[in-house]
């Protein structure tokens, strides 16, 4: 069972990124995938979360309406698309699993955590 993020890298301010979370050794279809960042100095925030189990969406304000969470059913990969960037958006970014639904404000209900990978806004 593991979660395993890409997609990272070095973009402009107003740029786009696409995160992917490949899922394996467990069906997506009762658990929720939520990304999570964390800049340096900084605590690890909730970002977006899709939930399987319901099939509701949640999203930080801060990234509302620039961020898009998605999943690719016969892949079982969630991604993260992630346009008109800032600067304030450069964090390592994570995904983790919890069986249910949503819970973005409580990092610590989800169970299984995936390596980052790293966003780095800046011209």
């Known amino acids: 069972v593991q979660l395993q993020a890409s997609g990272g890298g070095l973009v402009q301010p107003g740029g786009s990124l696409k995160l992917s979370c490949v899922t394996s050794g467990f069906s997506l279809d009762y658990y929720a995938i939520g990304w999570f960042r964390q800049a340096p100095g900084k605590e690890r925030e909730g970002v977006a979360c899709?939930?399987?189990?319901?099939?509701?969406?949640e999203y930080a304000g801060s990234v509302q309406g620039r961020f898009f969470i998605s999943r690719e059913n016969t892949e079982d990969t969630v991604f993260l698309q992630m346009n008109d960037l800032e600067p304030e958006d450069t964090a390592v970014y994570f995904c983790?699993?919890?069986?249910?639904?949503?819970?973005?404000?409580?990092?610590?209900?989800?169970?299984?955590w995936g390596q980052g990978t790293l966003v780095t806004v800046s011209s």
């Open positions: 983790a699993e919890r069986w249910g639904v949503c819970r973005l404000r409580v990092p610590k209900s989800y169970d299984l």
């Open positions: 899709l939930s399987s189990k319901n099939g509701n969406t």
